[in-house]
């Protein structure tokens, strides 16, 4: 069984691969991340954390102005990583609907395998190609921070960033499983993929932080998973960067100032007034998220069965 297993989840993974627009689709969220920050995005952060700390009666310095450059700079990367950890397990569901509409999928009820294995190999797939694209991502975005001489990540930083990206991968494989195993037509599930694709770099604080939206919307955040994905990479990904500006700047300035940004842009969040999120608890979220889906994946399963 597991051999029939690896054979229909590397067939899936081929399947999702030698379509190249679904892998370009995949990663556009961020590639549009990383595009509006060139373009646009990057200039405006630093001016404006530069206006900021001249208010404050700080000259900035070059050390301060590169300083705040690696923190934008991981800011950004963050936003790329956090995306492609949805987006690319979601177009990999499309496979689903594929086999849906091709009829596959009832070629494998009518086939001696167990039923429950074309369904396992489907989110095995799901999840290897979201471990798989999103490791190159990582690795694009390690790249980028030491090119650019923005790296002030430590070995305990780059192993949390891995196992950050397991575990936001699986918590939205079980979640985006679940929700695509209800679509049967190819339109549907690309009119989700173009929607979902579209919002969900607002929604989780990658185009702009959270703490720029209304009270609403900062609430209606603290709902979706990949929100606290994106606050565990922040936390391992640039509170380096954060010290960084901390030290460049006088005493009496970096650490109020490195706090303020530590709370602008979302490396804790309020849970709507009542308490702050850290890292543990985030982690702990997504642990949930993937557990608390999984199981509904199950129940689903089970009650089609009957």
Same mark, same amino acid.
């Given at each position: $069984?597991m051999?029939? !297993? ?16 679904n ?8 590639l549009?991340?990383?595009a509006?920050?060139?373009?646009f !995005? ?13 208010? $404050?009666g700080v000259?900035? /310095?070059?050390?301060?102005e ?5 923190f934008?700079d991981?800011?950004m ?6 995306? &492609?950890?949805?987006t690319v ?5 499309g496979? $689903?609907i594929?086999d849906k509409?091709?009829g596959i *999928?009832?070629?494998?009820? %009518?086939?001696?395998?167990?039923r ?6 489907y989110f095995c &797939? =799901?999840v290897?190609?979201?471990?798989i694209?999103?490791g190159?991502v990582?690795?694009?975005?390690l790249?980028?921070l ?7 990540l430590?070995a305990a930083d780059?192993? @949390? ?8 991968? !699986?918590?939205?494989?079980t979640l985006?499983v ?7 037509s190819q339109?549907?599930?690309t009119?989700?993929?173009?929607i979902?694709?579209t919002v969900?770099g607002?929604l989780i604080? %990658?185009?702009m932080?959270i703490?720029?939206?209304?009270? @609403?919307?900062q609430?209606?955040?603290l709902?979706?998973?990949g ?10 990904m640039?509170q380096?960067a954060?010290?960084n500006?901390a *030290?460049a700047?006088? &005493? /009496? =300035?970096?650490?109020p100032f490195a ?8 490396m804790h969040?309020d849970?709507?007034?009542v308490?702050e ?5 985030m &982690?702990? =979220?997504? %642990?949930?998220?993937?557990? !608390? ?14």
């Amino acid at each position: $069984m597991m051999y029939a !297993l690896w054979r229909l989840t590397l067939r899936n993974w081929k399947v999702f691969v030698k379509d190249r627009a679904n892998v370009f689709f995949a990663l556009l969220a961020p590639l549009i991340v990383l595009a509006l920050y060139v373009l646009f !995005l990057g200039r405006i952060q630093v001016d404006g954390l530069l206006a900021s700390l001249e208010g $404050m009666g700080v000259d900035p /310095s070059a050390e301060v102005e590169a300083a705040v450059q690696s923190f934008c700079d991981s800011w950004m990367l963050v936003g790329s990583l956090s995306c &492609a950890c949805i987006t690319v397990p979601l177009c990999a569901c499309g496979i $689903m609907i594929q086999d849906k509409s091709r009829g596959i *999928s009832a070629e494998y009820l %009518a086939s001696p395998l167990p039923r429950w294995l074309p369904a396992v190999s489907y989110f095995c &797939a =799901v999840v290897f190609a979201g471990l798989i694209i999103g490791g190159i991502v990582f690795g694009v975005c390690l790249v980028w921070l030491a090119v650019t001489g923005s790296w002030f990540l430590t070995a305990a930083d780059v192993f @949390g960033s891995l196992g950050t990206l397991v575990l936001s991968v !699986l918590s939205s494989s079980t979640l985006l499983v679940f929700v695509v195993g209800f679509f049967r037509s190819q339109g549907a599930f690309t009119g989700l993929n173009v929607i979902f694709g579209t919002v969900v770099g607002f929604l989780i604080g %990658a185009y702009m932080p959270i703490t720029y939206f209304p009270e @609403g919307v900062q609430y209606f955040t603290l709902l979706i998973p990949g929100s606290y994905s994106a606050g565990l990479f922040r936390n391992f990904m640039m509170q380096g960067a954060l010290d960084n500006i901390a *030290s460049a700047l006088p &005493a /009496s =300035v970096g650490e109020p100032f490195a706090d303020a940004l530590a709370a602008e842009f979302s490396m804790h969040f309020d849970f709507f007034g009542v308490a702050e999120i850290g890292p543990p608890v985030m &982690a702990a =979220v997504l %642990a949930g998220a993937f557990l !608390l889906f999984g199981a509904l994946c199950v129940l689903v399963f089970a009650l089609r069965r009957k």
